[in-house]
């Protein structure tokens, strides 16, 4: 009887991690082919206007109650969703063209809807800004909504879920996820959508393994088939052998154990069992993600990146904007410390306006620090609204790719500045704010002892640096293989620029990937590093390490590795090592 | 002298420019706070920009506006209420759309 094809594995954007298996609950509402029903005459033209405007009663009704729901869970995002969806649900140019439509071609008042939905949308074809063009979406789900009340037929209600299930969806709505129970709904896998697609973002919210853009599974799934998510890859399996999810199964465990494991971890120290502590901090990007850091463990934000405040968009953030975001995630992660990084971007990344040539080699180029000091309206609106930001809690400012001392002295230039117009003004700001340089360039970190005494704090941006030191392309795949985080080189220079800070009685925090990769934690920890910031998820598996880690040997660790000459050499032995103490640990980071 | 058309005498037609300064442009809550607010006015709103023409009761001509962050707009009021209707209109763009500065630490002025 079954003939609907075993072990078929999808591959979309894996949006949120965890692996899950379950039953399929198909959430397709509008699959529904209308046809076109012709009226005839007045009677059952005028029939049938009454009947769109009873549905649009009825939409509207149940989309308030929705946005009752979500004001009472305070889900805010929401319900500036829902707050829209409802403007538009009453939108005359809507509601007018719709009646029109049932009136003047004579026909049925859910292909009058579907028509005039398709028409209207039209207009959002010329909408350039992304953002803004999202709000498709937002007019077609009404006209789903409306149609659906037409017809009489429900969109599946995910609040009536009882057993735990699997939502296989074309798309997820806000309005959708407002009802959800997360005891039950254990996963989401819909046909579109990318990392920051709605379903995306709640699902994140949620931490419900969820994976995205999958084109057509709500085709290939029926509903109570079985299905595995595999979040992190982005793997769909639906109907899976038995051998498959006998496999998912222990794969699952093994994930979920380690993560009940690693969650004992989240309130304990950053400390080695002979007493040595350093600060685990969070790399941040967006400031959605400030509030989840908190959760693994971060004991503030090493390196909150700016960039993305400028791209996608053709004009520059005011001031006001980005006191507004800094603000937040001050306030937010308060009392820890934000570190947040000035404007990190070749030219040509945000502004076409700006007519720069075109660069030969733009790593070596006019970017970061040298385009915000060539630039220097840019830089200063970044700077006037970080030192208002910083009057609400502990900010330090970090700015990247500086190569020698000119630099700082124009920057404490430009700050100066700064800081007397907004003491003129009366507007508060922490005039002893701290601030950081980046150490990512070779020249920075040979002179590192001038700068120290220049500074308040060393970032090291370990990505740079190496690529940098060792002259290679990460990116070109001829000579990527050199690329080598423990090239003796690297490891010198970062030693030096540690013994540089300390004995300027300054700290030095290093945030590139190195930061989060178990295997050089010894190395960093026995060189003498302050604090180490990466990616979130990494911060509860780098401490569980940590915690089982003897500082004197991690010391005696360094003193090897000094002898031994090639990049290969070392990470042999600290392989050899690190398996022999900890086999459980690094089978784990391997995988 | 007689009116020429619908307009009773009392109707006033005020025109203004202004900044959309925050984050967003006008997306999903300053825009449904736009149609809020315009709705509440029997004057006729108009929103241009670019050469394309909104009306300001409807969320869904504004949304296809395009009216990203710093992009300027221009607003027309038509009607027995014009006046106050703009001025509530005026209010909220300046306001930002009542955007972030929710504990009272809007930028400062500075002192006179």
Not at chain 1, 466 to 478: C, F, G, W
Not at chain 1, 482 to 503: D, G, M
């Amino acid at each position: 009887m079954e003939t609907a094809q075993q072990n078929l594995l999808l591959k979309g954007t894996g949006v949120s991690p965890g692996i899950i298996i379950g039953k399929a609950f198909l959430f397709v509402p509008d699959d529904i082919e209308i046809p076109v029903i012709t009226l005839a005459g007045k009677a059952e033209i005028n029939g049938e206007i009454e009947r769109f405007k009873q549905a649009l009663a009825r939409s509207r009704e149940s989309l308030r109650a929705v946005k009752k729901e979500v004001e009472r869970k305070k889900q805010k995002e929401a319900r500036y969703i829902i707050d829209a969806q409802l403007l538009i649900l009453e939108d005359k140019l809507l509601v007018d063209n719709i009646i029109k439509t049932i009136r003047e071609k004579g026909v049925d008042a859910a292909s009058a809807v579907k028509e005039t939905v398709r028409k209207l949308s039209r207009g959002f074809d010329d909408v350039s800004d992304e953002y803004l063009k999202e709000r498709k979406t937002d007019l077609d789900y009404i006209g789903e909504r409306i149609v659906r009340n037409i017809l009489g037929t429900k969109r599946h209600d995910l609040s009536t879920i009882r057993e735990p299930s699997i939502i296989v969806a074309h798309d997820l709505s806000p309005a959708d996820t407002a009802h959800l129970d997360t005891s039950v709904v254990i996963g989401f896998v819909t046909n579109t959508g990318g990392k920051t697609s709605h379903t995306a973002i709640m699902a994140r919210a949620l931490e419900i393994p969820s994976v995205v853009g999958l084109e057509k599974v709500t085709k290939e799934v029926k509903n109570g088939d079985v299905i595995i998510i595999d979040g992190a890859i982005g793997v769909v399996i639906v109907r899976p052998t038995a051998e498959t999810l006998r496999s998912y199964s222990e794969k699952k465990q093994m994930y979920e154990q380690l993560k009940k494991e690693l969650f004992q971890y989240k309130d304990l120290p950053a400390e080695t069992p002979d007493g040595f502590h350093i600060r685990l901090l969070a790399n941040v990007e967006l400031v959605e993600e400030v509030s989840a850091i908190l959760e693994h463990g971060a004991e503030g934000i090493g390196l909150y990146r700016t960039e993305f405040l400028y791209l996608n968009r053709k004009e520059l953030p005011s001031e006001d904007e980005q006191f507004n975001i800094y603000k937040k995630v001050i306030k937010t992660i308060a009392p820890y410390p934000v570190t947040i990084r000035t404007l990190d971007l070749g030219g040509d990344k945000f502004l076409s306006h700006l007519d720069l040539v075109e660069e030969m080699n733009p790593v070596l180029g006019l970017r970061a620090i040298r385009l915000c000091l060539k630039e220097v309206g840019i830089f200063k609106t970044q700077l006037r609204a970080l030192l208002r930001a910083s009057a609400f809690g502990e900010l330090k400012m970090l700015f990247p790719m500086i190569s020698g001392m000119q630099e700082i002295y124009q920057i404490k230039g430009i700050l100066d500045e700064i800081k007397h117009d907004l003491t003129v003004s009366g507007i508060p700001f922490n005039p002893h704010v701290q601030i950081g340089i980046m150490i990512e360039i070779p020249s920075a970190a040979t002179i590192a002892d001038m700068l120290a005494r220049e500074v308040d704090f060393f970032s090291i941006g370990t990505n740079d640096l190496i690529q940098y030191t060792l002259a290679i392309d990460r990116v070109n795949e001829h000579v990527s293989y050199l690329y080598n985080p423990l090239h003796p080189s690297v490891i010198r220079l970062i030693k030096t620029v540690i013994e540089s800070a300390h004995s300027n009685g300054i700290e030095v925090v290093m945030c590139g990937e190195m930061a989060g990769e178990p295997l050089y934690l010894p190395i960093l920890l026995g060189l003498g590093i302050d604090e180490l910031s990466m990616n979130p998820l990494c911060i509860l598996k780098i401490k569980k390490l940590m915690r089982s880690l003897g500082y004197r040997q991690c010391r005696d660790f360094v003193k090897t590795i000094d002898h031994l000459k090639t990049a290969e050499e070392i990470e042999a032995f600290m392989r050899l090592e690190m398996k022999k103490r900890f086999p459980a640990a690094f089978e784990m980071t391997e995988a | 002298m007689i009116q020429g058309d619908e307009n009773s005498g009392t109707d006033e037609v005020i025109i203004r420019q202004f900044l959309i300064a925050n984050e967003l442009g006008l997306h999903l809550r300053p825009a449904g706070l736009l149609v809020k607010t315009a709705n509440q006015y029997k004057s006729s709103i108009t929103i241009e920009k670019g050469g394309v023409e909104a009306d300001g009761k409807s969320i869904i001509q504004i949304a296809t506006l395009n009216a990203a962050h710093n992009s300027t707009i221009t607003i027309k009021a038509c009607g027995p209420d014009a006046c106050r209707a703009m001025e509530a209109l005026g209010n909220l763009i300046l306001n930002n759309f009542e955007e972030p500065h929710s504990d009272g630490n809007s930028p400062a002025e500075p002192p006179a």
